[in-house]
T-cell receptor
Framework: KAGVTQTPRYLIKTRGQQVTLSCSPI?????VSWYQQTPGQGLQFLFE???????NKGNFPGRFSGRQFSNSRSEMNVSTLELGDSALYLC????????????FGSGTRLTVV | EDQVTQSPEALRLQEGESSSLNCSYT??????LFWYRQDPGKGPEFLFT???AGEEKEKERLKATLTKKESFLHITAPKPEDSATYLC?????????????FGGGTRVLVKP
C-alpha cells in the first residue's frame, strides 16, 4: 500500500520567489493536512483540506495558501518567499475527521536563500 | 488555546536503561492524544492514539499512558534503534477537522 508522497523532496528558492509543493495522499484518504516544521517552532499546523474544501487554517500569513483536487491530491503555495520560510513542510492524510490513520509523508525540505 | 509541553527536551540513555518521556497538555476537550516517532530527515511515524484517562497502549518496548493532564511514553530496555525524536500531539473536540497541536518533542539517544 503506497504511503503519502510529497514532491519535490528538496527545493532551494531565492527570497521573493514563489513555490508550489505537492502531496499525494494514501488512496481512499480524503483529508490532507499541511504542517511546517522548524527547529525553533516545531511542528505547526498550516491548513487542512477535505473533499476540496479548506476545513481549518492555522495562524500563518496569507502568503501561504493551498488547494485540493477532486482526486484528493493537494498543493500548497508560498508566495513572496522570506528567509524564515525555510523549513520542512509535511503533509498528512487521513480517511476522515477523527485523526484515525493520520499518516505523514517524508516532507519537502525548502531552503530560501 | 491548546498547548502541549514535552519534557525533557533531550535524553541520553545507555542500552537497556529504561526511562519515561512526559507530555503535559491543555486542551478544550480531548478527542485524542497521539504519539509519533520521527527520524532525522523523515516525516513523523505513528505510534499510538489514546482517547481517555486511564488508557494504556503497548508496542514492543514502548508503552503509552494517559491521565487527564498528561501522558507518559515509557521506553523499556531501549536499544540503539530506538534513538529518535518522540512527538506528542493532541486533537481537540472543538477544532474543526484533523488539526493536531504538537509539543516540541523529546530527542532520545540510546548508546550501545
Amino acid at each position: 500500500k503506497a504511503g503519502v508522497t510529497q514532491t519535490p523532496r528538496y527545493l532551494i528558492k531565492t527570497r521573493g520567489q514563489q513555490v508550489t509543493l505537492s502531496c499525494s495522499p494514501i488512496s481512499g484518504h480524503r483529508s490532507v493536512s499541511w504542517y511546517q516544521q522548524t527547529p525553533g517552532q516545531g511542528l505547526q499546523f498550516l491548513f487542512e483540506y477535505f473533499s476540496e474544501t479548506q476545513r481549518n487554517k492555522g495562524n500563518f500569513p496569507g502568503r501561504f495558501s493551498g488547494r485540493q483536487f477532486s482526486n484528493s491530491r493537494s498543493e500548497m503555495n508560498v508566495s513572496t518567499l522570506e528567509l524564515g520560510d525555510s523549513a520542512l513542510y509535511l503533509c498528512a492524510s487521513s480517511p476522515g475527521w477523527d485523526g484515525y490513520g493520520y499518516t505523514f509523508g517524508s516532507g519537502t525540505r525548502l531552503t530560501v536563500v | 488555546e491548546d498547548q502541549v509541553t514535552q519534557s525533557p527536551e533531550a535524553l541520553r540513555l545507555q542500552e537497556g536503561e529504561s526511562s519515561s518521556l512526559n507530555c503535559s497538555y491543555t486542551v478544550s476537550g480531548l478527542r485524542g492524544l497521539f504519539w509519533y516517532r520521527q527520524d532525522p530527515g523523515k516525516g513523523p511515524e505513528f505510534l499510538f492514539t489514546l482517547y481517555s484517562a486511564g488508557e494504556e497502549k503497548e508496542k514492543e518496548r514502548l508503552k503509552a499512558t494517559l491521565t487527564k493532564k498528561e501522558s507518559f511514553l515509557h521506553i523499556t530496555a531501549p536499544k540503539p534503534e530506538d534513538s529518535a525524536t518522540y512527538l506528542c500531539a493532541v486533537q481537540s473536540v472543538k477544532a474543526a477537522g484533523n488539526k493536531l497541536t504538537f509539543g516540541g518533542g523529546t530527542r532520545v539517544l540510546v548508546k550501545p
